[in-house]
């Protein structure tokens, strides 16, 4: 499953920073709006201990962790919507991401200029948001000009089912909210599929704080009020110090570790931002092993085994017989394939098997 997510905000408030160390990547992080002139596109890979003890315990040829594409998008500014700065252009960007990660500025820093001259971490998100809204709203009130009376007058069952849902969306965008809050059932997210609502997609909070801030975050009056705002909206807040993150990306696995410590943090900030945006979007992670090959898949919860079949290679799914299946803590509490047979801990499940985080799977597939 290719997963991502948008890395937003208004601009110098540290998101190509923030690319640039969870990517390792290069982009220009100057010091002036609209630096960023195109999505920058990164490719990072998902920390797993899990794999790295798999690897360990099967010696295989390759090693492979599952991935997350981080677009770094041009800092947004007030009438974006409208086409204001540079607008529409990377609106269009957030709508192909699977999650939008807003970076908020927390820190104060004279040689570093605001674009609103002042650091105010709820205006700045405030702006943001109502930005998406406005987009989102001009996509509602487009799409109800084109179909609403042809619905009315031919009483298509689908076509009006969609007018119903746009007009209750309308209503909601006109009052500057999101629609996240809204639940919908299975006919209305096919509906709205195709439409990319931006307020509808998950939203983490990236609360960007000094180094000093982040050891001592319970004192960070900044990033208490953005937390505080995410809870209210049941969205997810992390503190990150962006400047921090961008050192650790040029660390050892040892260097991090001591670095970490020194600063009293358990976790770097991608750790919490792959962490929770694993979370956000209701994904765990299933292994295949073996001597060529020990790899990670991604899967949304709730996915049966031939769905997870299938994400290797669609005549998984077609030709499923069966999954020969064992779970992680298992493995690495009997060390070899042969004992958890002997222990009775490989199960042979079939179509209606709901796949677990952690689960190793052999799929048994005929087509």
């Not at 406005?134 to 007018?163: F, H, P, Q, W, Y």
């Not at 050891?215 to 969205?235: G, H, M």
């Not at 956000?280 to 085994?305: C, H, I, P, Q, Y």
Request: negative net charge.
């Amino acid at each position: 499953m290719g997963l991502k997510a948008g890395i937003v905000g208004l601009p110098n408030v540290g998101k190509s920073t923030l690319f640039n160390a969870i990517t390792n990547s290069t982009v220009e992080a100057a010091n002036y709006p609209f630096a960023t002139i195109a999505p920058n596109v990164g490719t990072v890979l998902v920390p797993d201990e899990r794999v790295d003890n798999l690897s360990k315990l099967f010696n295989p040829k390759k090693t492979i962790y599952t991935t997350f594409e981080f677009y770094d998008i041009a800092g947004l500014v007030k009438g974006a919507s409208k086409g204001e700065g540079l607008g529409n252009q990377f609106l269009s960007h957030i709508r192909e991401t699977d999650a939008i990660i807003e970076v908020v500025r927390c820190f104060e820093d004279s040689e570093i200029i605001h674009v609103e001259n002042t650091v105010d971490p709820i205006r700045d998100i405030e702006i943001i948001n109502l930005e998406l809204v406005m987009a989102d709203l001009d996509t509602c009130s487009n799409r109800l000009g084109k179909i609403e009376n042809k619905a009315r007058i031919s009483k298509d069952k689908e076509a009006l089912a969609e007018v119903n849902l746009l007009v209750k969306f309308k209503e909601k965008l006109q009052k500057g909210e999101a629609l996240r809050g809204i639940t919908l059932n299975e006919d209305e997210q096919k509906i709205v599929k195709n439409f990319n609502f931006l307020t509808l997609k998950p939203i983490i909070y990236v609360a960007n704080v000094s180094d000093a801030e982040l050891a001592d975050i319970e004192n960070c009056e900044n990033f208490k009020l953005v937390r505080e705002y995410a809870a209210k909206e049941n969205s997810q807040c992390i503190p990150i110090c962006c400047q921090v993150e961008a050192e650790l990306s040029t660390y050892s696995k040892e260097e991090k570790k001591d670095f970490l410590e020194s600063l009293g943090v358990e976790q770097s900030g991608l750790d919490l931002l792959v962490t929770s945006a694993y979370k956000l979007l209701n994904l765990s992670t299933f292994f295949t092993v073996g001597a060529d090959e020990v790899r990670a898949w991604t899967f949304k919860n709730g996915m049966l085994a031939p769905d997870c079949a299938g994400i290797i290679h669609t005549d998984f799914k077609k030709g499923f017989i069966k999954a020969e299946v064992y779970t992680y803590n298992d493995i690495m509490t009997y060390k070899t394939e042969q004992a958890l047979k002997e222990a009775g801990k490989v199960r042979i499940e079939g179509k209606e098997y709901v796949a677990k985080d952690g689960d190793i799977f052999f799929f048994r597939f005929n087509v």
